[in-house]
């Protein structure tokens, strides 16, 4: 870069970071790719700009951009109220996975519940361990399930049980297939999550059991949340209830990570 054009730069900065804390204030993340073509700049200006802003407190990185600070995983209830009818069919696309007899895992989560809810309605004899508190109240009263809540610590936000407990439980049983929630999905096509511990236990799923495929609704795609999953292209798949568009559908394909969606 010329003297010139460096100095111009230095000039522009203060504009960029001014915006990039109002985009970040208004919605709570920002992806390094949508500010780089905002501004049109390179990734890499945006790389300095948010770890400049970051070393001053006034914002969070993360995998693919940044987050404000107060950017946590909303309450189980609040949860529950975001596109419910996405989740409904995503439940209805995942017990078409399932068979009579299989050993299936369901993680905490609203998603994984409406699962479990087609699940009972399959009518199949199933066995389903789950950490989800809500999931193993609704499972236990199925005359058709087998219901086995796997231990460690409650987490209050998430309802569930967390820590090393869960994936240790897990190696009692010989889990056929796996549903996994997640945080969100980055515009580069990784599943993230809020949460270091949510992360590590959802990778080392994958590595656990047969087959494992992420559950996640359309409002999922291009949200940024703090940690990546690290292992989430190993997964079978991604179910959710609306085809991706633009970018993210080619960064998918690319990938050749598997898409299951509700038909038009």
Known sequence: MSESNSQVSRTLAPRRHGEILRRIASDGSASIADLAAFFDVSRET???????????????????????FDTLEPGLSERSRENAE?????????????????VVFLDSGTTTLAVAHALAASRLNLTICTSSLAIALFLCHQPNIRTHILGGEVDRQDEATVGMDVLHAVDRFQI??????GGGISPDGDVTDFTTSGSLLRSQMISKVQTAYFVLDSSKFGRLTPMKIANSRNAAGVITDKKPKGELLDVFADKGMRLLFEKP
């Open 46 to 68: 945006i790389r300095r700009d948010l770890k400049y802003l970051a070393d001053k407190g006034q914002l969070e990185l993360i995998h693919g951009g940044a987050v404000r």
């Open 86 to 102: 996405g989740k409904d069919a995503i439940g209805e696309i995942a017990a078409g996975l399932v068979g009579e007899g299989m």
């Open 176 to 181: 056929d297939v796996a549903f996994l929630g």
